[in-house]
């Protein structure tokens, strides 16, 4: 079954967690630096998509190694969805690639 691209919210959820798990408000404030303040996930796009994305099996909750951090939600990458992070990547990098070619040749 092909993959529906992502849209930059799950895109970057999914880019958040593929190091280590991390809760919604560090998932938002790595959001807000890999992507140079361009992309700006709020609590209701982040908690809504992180509850679609828990559904389709590509991110699950975890805990903390840390007892304090008890109260806060964990979430982490399941092995489908680092598949689903991958494949987007190279369909992306596959766009790029054919902008490329295409400006280049219309010099």
């Not at 990458?77 to 790029?96: A, C, H, N, P, S």
Request: with cysteine; charged share 30%; glycine share 8%.
């Amino acid at each position: 079954m092909k993959q529906e691209p992502l849209t930059e919210s799950y895109y970057y959820i999914l880019l958040c967690l593929f190091e280590e798990p991390s809760h919604g408000y560090g998932i938002m404030q790595k959001t807000l630096s890999l992507s140079n303040n361009r992309v700006k996930i709020g609590s209701g796009t982040m908690y809504g998509a992180v509850s679609n994305m828990m559904k389709k099996g590509w991110i699950e909750e975890t805990k903390s190694a840390n007892p304090e951090d008890d109260r806060k939600r964990l979430y982490e990458l399941t092995k489908d969805g680092r598949e689903v992070l991958i494949g987007e990547v190279k369909r992306l990098q596959e766009l790029v690639a054919s902008a490329k070619l295409v400006m280049e040749e219309s010099r």
